[in-house]
């Protein structure tokens, strides 16, 4: 939770135990990585502590003005994702550092894999099981990393971009921060862009084959993850993993030459059960 304190600061307030470290993550790397950053960053202010009832550590920060970031709302598409690539290869050229106290994250895709075809069974008609497959084998088939571990957002997708004027500003909630494999940060590509505006971003990042494929599986996986849990009770989050979801198993498809098979009808208007 987020409170506006004061005409310029923002409290944050942890929701439950999954975000219990948060706080004292983003207090300890934020200050260090906001100056490298070509976007705005909640630079932490103060790191408040467990009490009064509430059991968790909760920061304050400056307040950074703008909207949530849209898929129809840049004012120039492309040149907002070359901006977002580069953001991203900024943040991965800052020198990491060992750290074994602020709880830094490591993203897998293995980890998901049961869940994911779980949710694969469990979600979706056959064929739209088979496109996800197909997405999610390709995804784990890739090489692994093989560069040095460098910093990743860890949930870099639309509802943690900041806009002013159709342009991106700022970048927020940075409690999956960690190092290792970025690969979960090209989860944007296909939460935020377009097919037509998805090689400006790449190319910006320089992003090779592997680490795209492994970056799709995260975007189907993360999208099915939050459809699965939120989209009976939250429209908003139905409507933003469907269209995730869509995004990569069309990609996946054109490149394969297969998205015939789906010509006959929207993506969006075909039931997944």
């Known amino acids: 939770m987020i409170f506006l304190l004061g005409d310029d600061m923002a409290v944050r307030l942890p929701r439950g135990d999954w975000a219990a470290g948060q706080a004292r993550k983003e207090h300890a790397w934020l200050p260090r990585l906001a100056p490298e950053l070509p976007l ?13 009832g509430y059991p968790y ?3 304050v920060a400056g307040w950074l003005e703008g909207t949530v970031a849209t898929v129809d ?7 907002a994702a070359g901006q977002l690539g580069r953001y ?6 800052v ?5 074994d106290d602020h709880g830094l994250s490591r993203w897998s895709l293995a980890e998901r894999d049961e869940a994911t075809r779980t949710a694969i069974e469990a979600r979706t008609g056959r064929v739209f099981a088979d496109a996800m497959t197909r997405v999610w084998d390709a995804a784990l088939a890739a090489p692994a990393w093989e560069g040095p571990p460098v910093w990743f957002h860890g949930d870099f997708h639309t509802g943690n971009l900041l806009t002013v004027d159709g342009h991106p500003s700022a970048v927020i909630d ?3 921060l960690g190092v290792g494999d970025p690969a979960c940060d090209l989860m944007v590509a296909w939460t935020t862009l377009s097919a037509a505006t998805r090689p400006a971003f790449r190319a910006a990042l320089g992003v090779d084959d592997a680490t795209w494929a492994r970056g799709r599986g995260f975007a189907l996986a ?3 993850n939050a459809y699965s849990h939120h989209a009976a009770t939250n429209p908003r989050v139905a409507a933003q993993t469907r269209r995730q979801i869509d995004e990569a198993i069309a990609d996946e498809l054109d490149e394969l030459d297969m998205l015939d098979e789906l010509t006959d009808a929207s993506m969006a208007d075909i039931p997944w059960t």
């Open 88 to 93: 991203l290869k900024a943040l991965q050229r």
């Open 57 to 59: 550590h909760w920061s």
């Open 73 to 79: 709302g840049f004012a120039d598409p492309e040149r």
């Open 174 to 176: 940075f409690g999956g």
């Open 95 to 99: 020198p990491t550092v060992a750290d």
């Open 40 to 52: 705005a960053t909640p630079v932490p202010l103060g790191l408040g502590v467990p009490g009064f």
């Open 222 to 224: 993360t999208g099915l």
